[in-house]
Structures are given as structure tokens and as C-alpha cells.
């Protein structure tokens, strides 16, 4: 990792514990300020690019579907009388007139009107027309789509137009809707109005005959079902099938507990040979408890012999003979009792599982048959209240024929008090499109653009399970933040070694990072508590041995003794702290090639030695798993203050794992922006299956953002102490 640029900001303050994650796990409205300023240049691009597509598309709709809309005018007026009394004239009610001018629009919008408009030669002679062929349910919705009628909001007008790709065209067919208007308008004022009530009335004493008919059906319905209360859903077959499904659960439960009684009796049996009720039964019988107080007291009178006349005096001899015949007695009537019981027990059990077995199956089949006629009450339920529901809604058919035949006989009364139409501005010829306009277009592409552009943010931003901020080690993996690493290029960075920069540029800020997360180290727990400490991440070029190193030179620099363990057999890279080769290192110290003096060297920094890796072993794991290096890290806590180990990623191989469970702690070095949460997640908790301490991550090579956070650190840290970028490093402390 000493290739890769050493990040470097201001570290979190220690933390013993993780933070709980329900204290940072919502998403705040910094957070989302942060995530639009992380993608604004995303945003931007996405905005302008959809303004210029808006753009390119108004032009191809001016080109290819330009619209010119006609429009013309319809007043709804109703006669002046004069009040006979006064001879002033009577002001018409707008009420009357405002529905007028409603009733006139829908009129105009009705499949019925367009078709007359269609019909016209006029019409029939535009190219509009021609473009449909013979389709005439196209050229209908067509016309549907580009004829408007509105009306106007508290006044007697009516605005009517029409859009069409030619601005003459547009004219013509408006022109051609208004004159069919104003013949239609005649026709109706001529056309009787008896013929219309005549129809009306017809037509309602049909759905009365219908209505008839289906009221007569659910009679007949409810007649035939015999079940009082069926069509509410509640009658004696509902209830009696809850009551059957009472008794079926009553049953089963019976049954299994008969069962149940059958599998422990046999059980009991089985395993003493008696069962305990049948035991009860025979300590209760009469001759059982005589024969046990006959021996009993046979028994206290054979020890009063014995303890007067001996062993083989005939007295005793006497009362032992029956005690012994009482004996025999006991055992021939418990074992009768027991054979009689125990038939009987079994034969009980058995009776009563074959009678409820017998219930159950009758309760069953009746189940069945009343189920069966649930369901055809179900069924006539369905079509009853269909039938309902058609009836209801002749009703209300034969209600709004009652207020169509009440409005026609109320227009026949007063027929001259009706308000008449008429086309007060005829189709004027447009002199600009009505679409497309620019004007709405690239708004519309802007407001689409930041959309899309926002929603790609977030969707990106949560797609990105990538640890990038000290944010996300607190909010989801829960361990302390030792402090991170921001990803910042000096002029001269190649000029320095990143794995030394503390020691060769200890005034720049990123020594100044190195230092704190040293701080951090030490404020995590007292120094006896954590000498041995291991460095590894999830994969390689995480920059755990950058950390490693600088951490090292950072505690040395404080007094401490350090030494720095190459313990990564795989990728060794602790020789950059010496100039001098090393011959012998860690593999070599394990398995028994080389002393401990042997394998440690010194480095031209006060207080701190290095062990190198050595040849690579062609087992590595068994060697750092093994007691010889437990005992070689002994040997180092007895020298050093402190012992940095730095191992191999611990997912990519086991040594990393191995080595966790020897030592006071181990820190997690990981990549921003590269290293998943999921993975950090499983490091961690691979390592503490290896009873390992973690004491926390370091966050490596974190992106500034402009106006950020981490690059307003660097310009006050060097405004601060006056240092520039292109400091030079001081000569190395030299040894004690």
C-alpha cells in the first residue's frame, strides 16, 4: 500500500464502545445535502442534457407536428319580458343560464354532434380529413381528441375550437361545427316536443314491466329456499352447520385425548407392567389391605419372639409359617386384581375410542349434507341479490326518466321562456401554433432533468454499499472510528514516501492525521492493556501498511519502544523502513532457522526496530497459528512497549485471522468508496469468532468534495501553523 496516496483528515474522538446504530440510522436532511452536493455534477449534466433534449424535441415538433387552433364563440341567451305590473324589463336568472351554456357544451362534445360535423362536405374536402382514410372510428377519436368546448365560468358564452396541423384547415372544420351547431339548434327549437315525452314514456313503462318481473323472481326465490332469513345470510342451516362444526372439533379433541390415555397405558405397561390407575385400584381392595394388616402385625409379633425365644424356638417358627402363607395369599389375589383390571382398562379405552370414533363419523356425514345445502342456499344468496341489484338499478333508471319527463313537460309549459344559442364569434384563423411552444418545453425539461437526475442520486447513493464516510462505519458497522484518511495529492507527493511521511514531513497535515490516530490509539484503552496490536483489512491495497508504519513512527516519536512485525508472508512490504537487506525474518524465527536477536533489526528512527518477513514459507497459516509464535510475541511484550503487527487481508487468507486471536487488538484498515459495508461486516465478525478485539477502522483514502469538509481542514491547518506543501523533511532523531 505504499503505492497508494495517504489520505488524510481529522480523526473521530475515541470511542470505547460503537455508537447505537438507531441514534444515526435514519437519513437526515444533512445527510441528503450531503448526497446531492456528492453527486451535483451528476446532477447538472443530467439536467442540461434533458433542457437540450426538451429542445430537440420542440424543434421536431415544430417541424413534423405543428398545431393551430381556431376558435369561435356561442352566447346562450334567453327573451326579455316586461313585468306587467311596473312594464320594466325582468333581468334573466344566470342560474338558468350558466346550466344552459353547461347543458350546450356537453352537447357539443357528444359522439353524436361530431359524427354531424364528420357528415359535412366541407369537412370531407380537408386533407385532415383524407389523412384517416376509411378508418372512421379513428377519425373520430381523432376529432374527439382536437375539438374543445368550454364554457365560460359566471357569463352566457361558450368557447369552442379546434387544432389541426393547418392553420386554414383548423378554420374550415370550426367553421363547419358552428353551422352544424346553429341547424341542430333550429331543428330542436322546430321538432315537437310531444314525440320526445311520448318516447320517455314508453320507455318508462318498460322498466316498470322489467321491474315487475324481477320482483316476481325473488319472490319466487324466496318462496322455494323454505329457509326463513336465507336471503339475509343468517337462517337454521347456517346455525345448524356451526353447531355440527362445534361437535366435530368436541369429538376430535375427545378422540385424540382417548387416544392419548391408550398410547401412556400402554406405555405404563410396557415399562412396568401395570398401569398406575390399575395399581390404585388393587392398594383399595379390602382383602389386599387385610393381608397386608395380618402380615404386619404377624411380623411385629415374630420380633417380640425373637428377641425372647431366638431364631428356632417353635413359636417363631410358628408365625413366619404364616406370615408366608399370608404372603402367598397378598400375591395370588394382586395378581388377579391385576389381570381383572387391567382387561378391563383396556377394553374401556377401547370401547370409548370405537363410540366417539362412531359419533365422529356420524357427525361427519351430517356435516356433509348440510354443507351441501349451504352451499345451494349460497348460490340462490347470489342470484337473489343480483336480481336485487338489477332491480335497484331500474329504479334509479325509472328515476331519472321521471326527471327527463318532468323537464319535458315543464319545457312544454313554457316554451317560450326557453333559452336559445346562438354563434356569436364565428372560427377566427390563427396567426401562431398553440403547439408546440417553447415556453413549455424547456421548463418541462428542466423540472424532468433535476428529477430524474435527483432520483438517479439517490438511487445510486443506496445501490453504493461502499463504506465512504465515518457516518457509515458508526451507522452500520457499529465499531468505534479510529479516524480516516483523506485521498489528497500534494505538488511533490511522489517525492515522498507515504509509509514515511510523518517522519519526512512531520509539520504537513497529513502527519498531523497520523499523530491523532495515534492519539486515538492510545485513548482507546491503557497502554498494558494493548501492546500487541494487529493491522489488516478486507483485501489488498487497502493502505494497512501505510497505517501501520506511520502509527509506528508516530508512537515512537512519543518515547515509546515500538517494533513493527512484517507478518504478511504473502506480500511483504516493512523492508521500506530500512535502507539495509534483511537475510533473516519472522518465517525464519518459526521454524527454528533463527533467535530473536537475529531476525530484529534497527532503524535509523529512535525507538523503533523491525522484524521482516523473511523467505515466504510454503505454509504460513500453521506457522502463525502455532505456539512458536505465540511464544515469539511473549518474547516482543517483554521488550517493546508496543508491537505493530502487520498481517495479510484477513478475508482474502486465514494467517490474518490466526494471528487476531494472539493479540491485544487488531484495527481494521479500510478503502473508502471501495470496501463494501457487507465486507467489513463478515471481517468482523470472522474475527471475533477468533476471540479477537477489534478496536476499531480507520478510514483510508477518503475523496474531499469541493467546499468539503476535509479540504477547508487542509487550508486552515496550513494557514494555521504557516507551513507550505513543499516543506521539506528534517534529518532523521538520531538514536538514543
Known amino acids: 500500500m505504499t ?27 444533512k445527510d441528503i445535502m450531503g448526497m446531492l452536493k456528492r453527486r451535483m455534477w451528476l446532477i447538472i449534466i443530467i439536467t442540461f442534457v434533458a433542457i437540450i433534449a426538451a429542445g430537440g424535441l420542440w424543434y421536431f415538433c415544430y417541424k413534423n407536428y405543428p398545431k393551430y387552433t381556431s376558435t369561435g364563440i356561442i352566447s346562450c341567451k334567453m327573451p326579455v319580458h316586461q313585468d306587467v305590473f311596473t312594464r320594466n324589463p325582468l333581468i334573466p336568472q344566470a342560474q338558468i343560464i350558466e346550466q344552459e351554456t353547461q347543458n350546450k357544451a356537453i352537447f357539443l362534445r357528444s359522439d353524436y354532434f361530431l359524427e354531424k360535423i364528420l357528415e359535412r362536405t366541407d369537412v370531407m374536402n380537408t386533407r385532415w380529413y383524407a389523412s384517416f382514410g376509411r378508418d372512421n372510428a379513428e377519425r373520430l377519436n381523432a376529432l374527439r381528441d382536437s375539438f374543445g368546448a368550454a364554457p365560460q365560468r359566471n357569463s352566457e358564452y361558450i368557447v369552442v375550437s379546434m387544432s389541426t396541423h ?49 320482483r316476481t323472481r325473488l319472490s319466487s326465490l324466496a318462496q322455494s329456499a323454505d329457509v326463513p332469513g336465507w336471503e339475509r345470510g343468517q337462517n337454521v342451516v347456517t346455525q345448524e352447520l356451526n ?160 326527471e327527463q319527463i318532468a323537464s319535458t313537460q315543464t319545457l312544454l309549459a313554457s316554451r317560450r321562456e326557453r333559452v336559445f344559442a346562438e354563434v356569436a364569434a364565428p372560427a377566427s384563423l390563427p396567426l401562431e401554433m398553440s403547439f408546440p411552444k417553447l415556453s413549455m418545453f424547456l421548463p418541462g425539461g428542466f423540472i424532468l432533468g433535476l428529477l430524474i437526475s435527483i432520483g438517479l442520486a439517490f438511487l445510486l447513493e443506496f445501490i453504493d454499499d461502499s463504506v465512504k464516510m465515518p457516518l457509515d462505519i458508526h451507522r452500520h458497522l457499529r465499531i468505534p472510528n479510529l479516524g480516516m484518511v483523506p485521498l489528497y495529492e500534494e505538488e511533490d507527493i511522489d517525492e515522498v514516501c507515504l509509509a514515511k511521511i510523518i517522519e519526512e514531513r512531520p509539520n504537513s497535515v497529513m502527519s498531523e492525521f497520523c499523530r491523532q490516530l495515534t492519539s486515538n490509539v492510545a485513548f482507546s484503552a491503557p497502554a498494558d492493556e494493548l501492546k500487541t496490536m494487529l493491522v489488516t483489512s478486507c ?55 533463527a533467535q530473536l536477536d537475529e531476525v530484529i533489526y534497527q532503524t535509523e528512527y529512535s525507538g523503533l526496530d523491525f522484524v521482516a518477513s523473511g523467505p515466504i514459507p510454503p505454509n504460513p497459516a500453521n506457522l502463525l497459528g502455532g505456539k512458536t509464535m505465540q511464544a515469539f510475541i511473549k518474547q516482543l511484550r517483554d521488550r517493546y512497549d508496543r508491537i505493530i503487527i502487520d498481517g495479510p487481508p484477513a478475508l482474502v487468507v486465514s494467517d490474518a485471522r490466526l494471528i487476531a486471536g494472539k493479540v491485544d487488538g487488531t484495527i481494521v484498515v479500510i478503502r473508502a468508496g471501495t470496501t463494501g459495508r457487507g465486507v467489513v461486516l463478515r471481517l468482523i465478525r470472522e474475527l471475533r469468532q477468533n476471540n479477537a478485539r477489534v478496536m476499531g477502522a480507520v478510514l483510508n483514502a477518503v475523496k474531499p468534495r469541493r467546499g468539503g469538509y476535509l479540504r477547508e481542514t487542509y487550508e486552515n491547518y496550513y494557514d494555521y501553523v504557516g507551513a507550505g506543501k513543499s516543506q521539506k523533511a528534517p534529518p532523521a532523531k538520531p538514536k538514543n
Open 539 to 593: 483485501s489488498g491495497d487497502c493502505g494497512k501498511t501505510t497505517v501501520a508504519l506511520n502509527l509506528a513512527l508516530a508512537l515512537a516519536g512519543d518515547g515509546e519502544r515500538v517494533c513493527v512485525v512484517d507478518a504478511n508472508f504473502r506480500r511483504p512490504r516493512i523492508n521500506t523502513l530500512s535502507q539495509k537487506s534483511s537475510t533473516s525474518g519472522l518465517s525464519d524465527l518459526l521454524v527454528g532457522r
Open 166 to 214: 393547418n392553420a386554414a384547415e383548423s378554420r374550415t372544420i370550426l367553421n363547419a361545427a358552428l353551422t352544424a351547431f346553429e341547424q341542430e339548434m333550429d331543428q330542436q327549437a322546430n321538432d315537437p316536443l310531444d314525440s320526445r315525452l311520448a318516447a320517455l314514456t314508453e320507455r318508462k313503462r318498460q322498466l316498470e314491466l322489467d321491474l315487475r318481473n324481477q
Open 3 to 29: 503505492s497508494q496516496p495517504m489520505a488524510r483528515a481529522a480523526m473521530a474522538p475515541p470511542m470505547a464502545r460503537p455508537a447505537p446504530q438507531s441514534s444515526t440510522s435514519t437519513l437526515t436532511p
Open 243 to 402: 353447531a355440527l362444526h362445534q361437535e366435530q372439533l368436541r369429538l376430535n379433541y375427545q378422540l385424540q385425548e382417548l387416544r392419548l390415555a391408550q398410547e401412556l397405558l400402554a406405555g405404563e405397561i410396557n415399562s412396568g407392567g401395570i398401569s398406575s390407575n390399575v395399581q390404585m385400584a388393587v392398594e383399595q381392595d379390602r382383602e389386599v389391605a387385610g393381608f397386608r394388616n395380618r402380615i404386619a402385625g404377624l411380623s411385629e409379633e415374630m420380633d417380640r419372639l425373637l428377641s425372647r425365644f431366638g431364631e428356632d424356638h417353635r413359636e417363631v417358627e410358628e408365625i413366619r409359617s404364616r406370615i408366608e402363607s399370608n404372603q402367598q395369599s397378598l400375591e395370588a389375589r394382586q395378581a388377579e386384581l391385576i389381570e381383572q383390571y387391567s382387561g378391563a382398562e383396556q377394553l374401556g379405552l377401547e370401547q370409548q375410542i370405537r363410540t366417539v370414533a362412531s359419533q365422529l363419523a356420524r357427525i361427519n356425514e351430517e356435516f356433509r349434507q348440510v354443507s351441501a345445502r349451504q352451499s345451494n342456499l349460497d348460490q340462490r344468496l347470489t342470484e337473489y341479490n343480483q336480481i336485487q341489484d338489477e332491480a335497484r338499478q331500474i329504479q334509479n333508471r325509472l328515476a331519472a326518466f321521471d
